[in-house]
Structure formats: C-alpha cells, structure tokens
C-alpha cells in the first residue's frame, strides 16, 4: 500500500490508552520518516490497531527533543532540532 517496510516483533508488546484500553504491536516500521508540517524526523514506529488514529508519538519520541515549551490555550509546542526552531500546532478533533 505505502511502500512502508513492516518487520517481525514481539507481538507481547502493547499499550494502554487513558480509557484502560489495551493494542498490542502487529510489527515495527525501522527508520520511519515522519513528516508534520514542515518539521520531519526519524523514528521506529510500532504498528498498532487504534481505531481511526494514525500516529500517537510517545515518550520515546518526546525525549529526543530535549526542552520543549507548550502553550495549552493556543494548542502550541516548541523545541530546537538540529539546530533549527520548531513549532508544532494542534487541533481540535
């Protein structure tokens, strides 16, 4: 469909959402690169079933970014990467 390679993992591997919900891993995607607006990175991606989400970038993935400065009420968060300013923006849903 994408292109995307899916390897072999351990199909233990699962999460728990906020609502106590439990997905359990169907495979990994190596070096997945991740485009939001204009700001990419690349990370291991976990292929889980969550319904109609796409992508949930966790704590691993926040880690990386090191200082992090978030605005609630304008939906805001903003960080260094490779040396270059960033700012993501959310939205309702």
């Known amino acids: 469909m ?12 699962g999460i728990r959402f906020g609502d106590g919900s439990r997905a359990f891993t169907k495979g990994i995607c190596l070096k997945l690169e991740v485009l939001i607006g204009k700001y990419t990175c690349t990370l291991d991606a976990w292929i889980l079933d969550m319904g109609g989400l796409d992508l949930i970038l966790g704590v691993a993935w926040l880690r990386t970014l090191g200082d992090v400065t978030r605005n609630w009420e304008t939906m805001t968060m903003t960080f260094t ?12 849903s």
């Not at 292109?3 to 351990?10: M, N, P, Q």
């Not at 990467?81 to 309702?92: N, Y």
């Open 2 to 13: 994408l292109g995307i390679s899916v390897e072999e993992a351990d199909k233990g591997l």
């Open 81 to 92: 990467s490779q040396d270059k300013d960033e700012e993501l923006h959310g939205h309702d």
